[in-house]
Each structure stands twice: as structure tokens, then as C-alpha cells.
């Protein structure tokens, strides 16, 4: 009897040991970088970017306008106000920094606006892609512009506006036939530090590395314990159906990791986040690590999210937070 004892209690050793080591990372606060407005009143901040020099760059979805700070978060200027003239913009969605240029997705203007790095208006381009969802601006002034609605997942347009070519499908009309309104800043698309794009469809866990002619790189998906897809089964469930819903967010590459961000209803209708990690490849590394926040922009091992936490009734005090992926 011992050697069935003895390769039991090591089956048992190995489970909970290969158990313990898929739960080793974590992500931990390493500082805070305060926003120092002046006077200016703060929305929501719907991204977030850096230049070579390291400043940010903070497209405000509620005030029409891309504030500009240096590193410790002063304020260096501002571009953009609000309208939809020559260099007004109407709920700024995403912000990409050039060496010599800054694009931003107007998103109520359907259209891209070009600033030089002074924040003096020099172009502006309109697109066709309906309900604008997200923008990345890769090599050679192209631009990838997403939307949740349409047959295709991406629009590519040239550097001067011209309409390239289509990116991934869909089924459409969607099945059930009633597509998800989605209100607000919901950011799903990245860049990876190669120059690919980074894509989730927000609806379904699944997440696509893709190059800008569409060809897939890698394909990041799985099924986390109590996920349910984004859809409306009737006018009657829509508000369970979206309540009980599963949303991915922006995936982002932090190191050699891709990490695919992800919320689920809780207890009282509360959110609650988890972070997957998958290696380059697609393997699944650990699931429902648990993140203080939703994340904007990584550079290299550092998640950068803005926590606009009221201080005390009626005043916001927003921060950039960064944050560590550990193990």
C-alpha cells in the first residue's frame, strides 16, 4: 500500500505546486504623479500618451480638450476646445504622439486631427466608420480606426485620410439582432512595442494580434469562470443581459506579457476587475489576477492608469498612478 500512498500524496504535491506558481503575479503601486492644473476643471480623462521627452498627453472625453503636462504632471498647455471648427474638438477619444506630429480621434467630429507639437492645428480628416470606438496611429502617419458596429472590426486610413482598406470581420446584423449601444469612453485597441495592433472586440473574450494588412499574429482567448458575452437577447432582458455581462477592455503588452482586461457584475451590481496573462504566443499564463484599476498605457513593465478619487465633496483631485507587474 505505500507506493500508491506515496504517488497520491505526489500527484497531490505536484497540483498544488503548479496550482501556486500560475497564481505568482500580481500588480502592486510604485507611485503616484499628481495633475497640476491650475484652476482647470478635470472630466474624464479617456486616454493616455507619452512623447520621447516624457510628457503626457490626456485626451478629456467631458471637456473637449487634450491637456498636456510635463513629467511631474504640470501643466504645459492644452490643445484643442471645444466645437467642431479647425482645431476644436468634440469628445476626444484617443491621442497618439509622433516625432513631430500629435493625432487625435475627434470622436463626435468623425474625424482625425492632426496637431504639430506646439498644439497648432495643421489638419483635420473625416471618416466613415459609424460610432467611432477606438484609434491607433502606427509607421508612416496610417491610422487604424475601430467601431462596434459594421461588418469589419478596423478602418485603415493613409496619413493624408484616404480610406485604405478593412480590417477583420463580423457577422452583421449581429446574432441575437440587437447590437449594443455603448455609451462613454470604452478603450479596447493598443499598439505593441513591434508596431502591431492590439484589438479586443469588447463584446467577446477575444483578443487579436494583428498586422495593418489584418493578417493575425496571435490569438489570446479563454473562458474565465463566469463570463457572459456582451449580447441583448430581448428589448424585455436588456438591462439584465447587460448587467450580468462580461467587458473586456484595452490589452495591453507589459514586458514579454499580453494582459487582457476584463470586468464581471459583482454583489449589488458592483464591477469587479481581473487582469489575464497570456505569454506572446497565446498561451494562457495565470487568470483573475485582481487590478485596483483599469489601465491606459504601458511602457515596458509599468501600467499607467487616473484615478480621479473625489478628495472631498465637489473636488476632484486626479492623479496618473503607475503601477508594477510583479511576481
Not at 472625453?61 to 503636462?69: C, D, F, G, N, P
Amino acid at each position: 500500500m505505500r507506493l500508491p500512498v506515496i504517488l497520491m500524496l505526489a500527484l497531490l504535491f505536484s497540483a498544488w505546486t503548479s496550482s501556486a506558481s500560475a497564481q505568482e503575479y500580481s500588480v502592486e503601486k510604485v507611485r503616484e504623479i499628481p495633475l497640476d492644473l491650475g484652476d482647470e476643471i478635470v472630466g474624464q480623462i479617456a486616454d493616455l500618451a507619452r512623447d520621447a521627452e516624457g510628457n503626457f498627453y490626456l485626451p478629456d472625453w467631458q471637456q473637449h480638450t487634450v491637456w498636456v503636462t510635463d513629467p511631474q504632471g504640470k501643466m504645459a498647455g492644452r490643445i484643442g476646445q471645444e466645437g467642431s471648427g479647425p482645431g476644436e474638438l468634440s469628445r476626444p477619444q484617443n491621442v497618439t504622439v509622433f516625432d513631430d506630429r500629435i493625432m487625435v480621434l475627434d470622436k463626435e467630429n468623425l474625424r482625425i486631427a492632426t496637431f504639430n507639437l506646439n498644439g497648432v492645428h495643421q489638419a483635420s480628416f473625416r471618416f466613415d466608420r459609424p460610432s467611432p470606438g477606438n484609434m491607433v496611429c502606427g509607421s508612416e502617419g496610417r491610422c487604424a480606426v475601430s467601431s462596434l458596429f459594421g461588418e469589419s472590426l478596423i478602418t485603415v486610413y493613409g496619413s493624408d485620410g484616404s480610406n485604405s482598406h478593412d480590417i477583420g470581420s463580423r457577422p452583421w446584423p449581429p446574432d441575437p439582432p440587437i447590437p449594443v449601444m455603448m455609451g462613454g469612453s470604452y478603450l479596447h485597441m493598443s499598439l505593441t512595442p513591434e508596431g502591431r495592433i492590439l484589438h479586443s472586440p469588447i463584446k467577446r473574450y477575444e483578443v487579436l494580434e494583428m498586422e495593418w494588412d489584418g493578417s493575425i499574429v496571435a490569438t489570446y482567448t479563454t473562458e474565465p469562470p463566469g463570463y457572459f458575452p456582451m449580447a441583448i437577447k430581448s428589448m424585455e432582458t436588456a438591462s439584465d443581459d447587460l448587467n450580468k455581462s462580461t467587458r473586456i477592455f484595452r490589452p495591453l503588452i507589459v514586458n514579454d506579457f499580453v494582459i487582457v482586461q476584463r470586468d464581471r457584475n459583482g454583489p449589488d451590481n458592483t464591477r469587479i476587475r481581473h487582469i489575464d496573462l497570456y505569454t506572446r504566443d497565446g498561451t494562457l499564463v495565470q487568470m483573475d489576477i485582481e487590478p485596483p484599476t483599469e489601465f491606459f498605457y504601458c511602457d515596458g513593465n509599468e501600467l499607467y492608469a487616473i484615478d480621479t478619487t473625489p478628495v472631498e465633496e465637489g473636488e476632484l483631485n486626479p492623479y496618473i498612478v503607475v503601477y508594477r507587474l510583479k511576481n
